[in-house]
């Protein structure tokens, strides 16, 4: 591990209510451990380390992954909004938050 300087993290939640300090108000959704880009000399020929694999990128596919699975349940987070294209949305009481 001799990469972890290189290591950076994030985590999206989903929030509701009105107070942002109640952990009770957060829902977990998806958290990601990544590097970011890594330099030609410390690349690893084993393929132990991959070579731009950032946190947050990680983080917001498996969001995209996580409302696609959404889509199929009825009492989800998402509902139907059929407007501006879009055909569902996520519920007005959710906010999104990344922490980095």
């Given at each position: ?57 990680l983080a917001i ?26 055909k569902f949305k ?11």
């Amino acid at each position: 591990l001799h990469f972890l300087d290189m290591h950076n993290f994030a985590a999206i939640f989903l929030h509701t209510g009105d107070d942002i300090y109640d952990i009770k108000n957060y829902k977990l959704i998806t958290v990601a451990m990544g590097s970011h880009c890594i330099d030609k000399k410390k690349m690893q020929k084993d393929g132990s380390a991959i070579h731009d694999c950032n946190a947050v990128v990680l983080a917001i596919r498996a969001l995209r992954s996580y409302l696609f699975d959404q889509m199929y349940k009825t009492d989800g987070d998402l509902e139907i909004a059929d407007h501006d294209g879009y055909k569902f949305k996520l519920k007005d009481k959710y906010r999104v938050v990344l922490v980095v």
